[in-house]
């Protein structure tokens, strides 16, 4: 057990447990960020994504010991700003939400694309959702979400 | 009135799944929970001789068949009940659960579990179509490894290929599909007002209530099961959750206390139930002017380890198994046999897009071997309204597939492109035609199910809907809602339907065969002009509404003749490909769909069920490799078992045909599984035609058409 501190959507906070517990695990448990999903545990799917110092990462590979001091963002986080809200907004609007699982995960890879980028091509969406696996949709309506959440919120990113 | 129901709206729960804050199962909170492991089969066929279990810590439980209550029963109540709760004696796959292991520390749950020494007799598996035909070890199921046969005849088919010029035959395959939904399987038991409850993320309420408390021995009213939001399920949330519901409520059941079973992806790909393989050999009588005069199609299926909803899927990919087309001389024959594999069950689509897959490949190396494109080949022999279909009943439907290919045609511009590729090396196009057909086969709606709906005047301008349908990502929370506010003159944000509870809602069927929408939400437009008749009486008025079949429709269960399915949905693809032609990679450029579904019943929600469908039908033709390995699937973890990503496939272009149905709510038909038929064959078909080699098995991989061009 050891303590460590990092910046969890805004606010800094800390946490007593084994630095190799996974950081999907201490965004749930311990701080109840139940908008991080588990879906695979691997790496693969993406539902877990969240931003480590403004960067997409799956949080299942990443240890609790590797984000001392780090810029953390999850969902729960990013549903309370403006761009976060045109996102939801726009993926409701678009019909880019199905069964749901990995929307979170989608809306945080659309949040780290936009930040780089305020005006994709539709290439560049799809390369950008490329780590997030979803089942349902067939992407089609996730990237026109994408689309949409980088029109509506031009003057915000 | 049609133009308005299909106009798109925001879906009710969309809001809620984007920001994470809709729960799953696995969100919940239970207070003090225990968890659930599956003690498991490692031998694929053997007697199980011994099981040691050691001594264990207080708090931890080992719970096997001797925990089923004496009233009880160790089977699980499907559609066959072959399949035990717990084995006893014998297993039959590799997974097979054997027993509960369960305790409040998953860390140590598991060292627990490295120490339960099973013995056992290994007796020689069979895995394959040919090893269970073959009997290889013995057979396992009656003397002959089959769990059923069917056999459909129209016309006079042996005189068709007596008197034939020449005769094609081919034979197609296709392997285990991963339904791979977002959110592994999973579900809580719990203690509660004297009796078990479950939480589960599941398909169909009912039939879960049903397999607990036959296990039980109980009334199923003393089971309680409530569907939580539900993570995507393709069919794998049909039957699946039964297997792990009936162990854990055996558990709670005995502990009295939560617990928890929630499955890790790598456990949900080795140890769920896949798409059933199958073995399809097709032959086609042909007279001196290359008509075809009658066919012969053998399928065979792989239904592994027990029977369960096995032979449901062998008769719809019988029905579906000519597909598009009215044959004047046809015999189709089924059989599904036992192997050693884990039980194959319900997929979207089931048993459909075997069949469909199969007679869509041949009739375009019909085509090609007549010297004639695919299209121009197929569409003479489109079925047509009054023609007779295979099971000797008029088709019903007002077949619009001329009109469709018109508009599949010049969206994708087929007909040019056909031509201009045949000598193209890097180029391919191809096509395919597919119908499906919606609700349960024949009379099973009346015989089976019996759907019951209800509603209930709640406002003054509110209503709530009583359902055990549910939402698992397809829209039915939507677009319920927006038939019954249609009726009512409400909006459809002012109608309640909450994840049903079986403690509340009445048994209108279970989450499947694309009927939902058709036969459930025919019963809420029924049920919602009741009760637009009581609205009157104030807060509180009910209303009912049970299925009635129409009487026009009629079937015979025993011998599988008369009107397999009132209606059908249609559908065409278009796939065009380039190839790699030093790798063989192939690279999809260009995908059309159009599909008549009736009317749809929200745009949005159905170009999401057309995108989705179809881009997971070209994985299944393409990169969706599932082998069996020693009786385990080889495929087992989300990095070798692999998906379409955003970046595989491009944007599908789509087009409805309006076509309603009476008796469907404004006019609508079932569309989840049709969706998904059509994307396979087209993509093979694409892939044969740029390579000019005939494909026969899917998936399609770089390798394999390496070794037909070689």
């Known amino acids: 057990m050891a303590k460590t501190s990092f910046i969890l959507n805004g606010e800094e906070v800390s946490v007593e447990a084994d630095p190799l517990k996974r950081l999907l695990d201490v965004l749930r448990e311990d701080f109840e960020a139940l908008g991080v999903k588990e879906g695979c545990g691997e790496g693969e799917c993406g ?8 960067k997409l990462v799956n949080s299942c590979m990443i240890p609790l010991g590797a984000v001392e001091g780090a810029d953390i963002v999850t969902p729960e986080g990013l549903r309370e700003t403006e761009k976060g809200k045109v996102i939801i907004e726009s993926f409701a609007d678009t019909g880019a ?4 699982f990995c929307t979170p995960g989608m809306m945080m890879a659309a949040e780290a694309l936009l930040e780089k980028n305020n005006n994709p091509e539709e290439s560049e969406i799809r390369e950008a959702l490329s780590g997030n696996l979803c089942r349902c949709t067939g992407y089609d309506l996730i990237v026109k979400g994408v689309k949409t959440s980088a029109e509506r919120g031009k003057d915000l990113w | 009135m049609n133009d308005e129901i299909r106009k798109s709206v925001r879906r009710v729960d969309a809001v809620a799944k984007a920001s994470g804050l809709a729960k799953y199962i696995s969100d919940y909170d239970f207070g003090d929970i225990l968890y659930a492991r599956l003690v498991r089969s490692t031998r694929p066929r053997a ?8 001594e264990l810590p207080e708090g931890y439980y080992y719970v096997d068949y001797r925990d089923i209550p004496e009233k009880g029963k160790n089977r699980i109540q499907m559609i066959k009940d072959d399949w035990k709760v717990f084995a006893e004696d014998e297993v039959r796959y590799v997974g097979e659960t054997i027993a509960l292991l369960i305790g409040p520390d998953r860390e140590r749950i598991l060292n627990i579990l490295s120490e339960i020494k099973i013995f056992y007799e290994d007796r020689e598996p069979a895995y394959t179509i040919e090893e269970a035909l073959a009997c290889k070890g013995g057979a396992m199921v009656g003397d002959d490894n089959i769990y059923g046969e069917y056999n459909l005849v129209k016309g006079d088919p042996d005189t068709a290929f007596n008197n034939a010029a020449r005769v094609v035959e081919g ?13 592994p399987q999973g579900m809580v038991g719990t203690w509660e007002g004297g009796r078990v409850n479950i939480y589960a993320s599941a398909q169909c309420p009912y039939y879960i209530q049903k397999s607990v408390s036959s296990a039980l021995g109980v009334d199923g009213k003393n089971v309680r099961i409530k569907q939580v939001t539900t993570g995507g399920a393709f069919g794998g ?3 699946f959750p039964d297997v792990i519901a009936v162990p854990l409520a055996v558990a709670v059941n005995k502990i009295k206390k939560p617990i928890e079973l929630i499955f890790d992806r790598i456990e949900d790909i080795s140890y769920t139930c896949k798409r059933h393989p199958s073995r399809i050999t097709i032959k086609t009588a042909l007279d001196k002017e290359n008509n075809i005069t009658g066919m012969d199609i053998d399928t065979v299926i792989n239904g592994g380890g027990y029977e369960s909803s096995t032979l449901i899927v062998l008769q719809r990919a019988l029905l579906h198994g000519i597909g598009v087309y009215n044959i004047p001389n046809a015999h189709v024959r089924g059989r599904a046999v036992a192997t050693n594999t884990f039980p194959s069950d319900a997929y979207r689509g089931f048993g459909a897009p075997q069949g469909l897959y199969a007679i869509e490949m041949h009739m375009s190396q019909v085509a090609k071997e007549v010297g004639m494109f695919p299209a121009d080949f197929k569409r ?19 077949v619009k597939l001329e009109e469709m290919f018109a508009a599949a045609d010049e969206m994708s511009d087929y007909t040019r492109k056909i031509r201009e590729y045949e000598n193209d090396p890097y180029r391919g196009i191809g096509i395919s035609f597919v119908n499906h057909g919606g609700g349960f086969t024949g009379n099973g709606e009346q015989e089976i199910i019996k759907g019951l709906v209800r509603m209930k005047r709640t406002g003054e301008n509110r209503a709530a809907l009583y359902v055990s349908n549910v939402e698992m990502g397809q829209g039915l929370q939507t677009v319920l809602r927006k038939i019954a506010a249609k009726e009512l003159g409400l909006k459809y944000t002012d109608i309640e339907y909450d994840n049903p509870d079986t403690d509340i809602v009445p048994d209108s069927g279970p989450t499947v065969a694309s009927r939902s929408t058709m036969v459930v939400g025919y019963l809420i437009q029924e049920c919602a002009k009741k009760l637009k008749g009581k609205w009157d009486e104030g807060v509180g008025a009910e209303a009912e509404h049970r299925y009635i079949h129409p009487s026009e429709y009629k079937w015979d269960q025993d011998t599988l003749q008369g009107d397999a399915y009132p209606t059908y949905g249609w559908g065409i693809n278009v796939v065009e490909v380039e190839m790699d032609t030093v790798t063989y990679e192939v690279k999809t450029t260009g995908i059309w769909s159009v599909f008549d579904v009736g009317i749809p019943m929200d745009d949005t929600i159905m170009d999401g069920q057309v995108s989705g469908g179809v881009i997971q039908g070209l994985g299944y033709a393409s990169i969706e490799k599932c082998e069996v390995l020693d009786g385990r699937f080889r495929q087992h973890t989300m990095a070798d078992y692999v998906i379409p990503t955003s970046m595989d496939f491009p944007e599908i272009k789509n087009k409805f045909i309006d076509n309603p149905y009476k008796y469907g709510p404004s006019g609508a038909k079932g569309a989840g599984e049709l969706v998904f038929d059509a994307a396979a064959p087209a993509y093979a078909d694409a892939v044969q035609q740029l390579t000019g080699k005939n494909i026969y098995d899917i998936p399609v991989t770089p390798e394999m058409i390496m070794e037909l061009e070689e």
Not at chain 2, 381 to 398: C, L, P, Q, S, V
């Open chain 2, 380 to 398: 003479k022999y489109f079925i047509k309204n009054g023609d007779m279909t295979i099971t000797n009943a008029t088709m019903k439907d007002n």
């Open chain 1, 97 to 100: 939400v199905q069964c749901g």
């Open chain 2, 237 to 239: 949330k049909e039957h």
């Open chain 2, 47 to 54: 007697k199980i001789l011994s099981v040691t279990v050691p």
């Open chain 2, 171 to 183: 034979t197609y395959r296709t392997g285990f599909q991963e339904h791979l939904y977002m959110e």
């Open chain 1, 47 to 54: 539902a877990c994504s969240i931003l480590l110092n403004g």
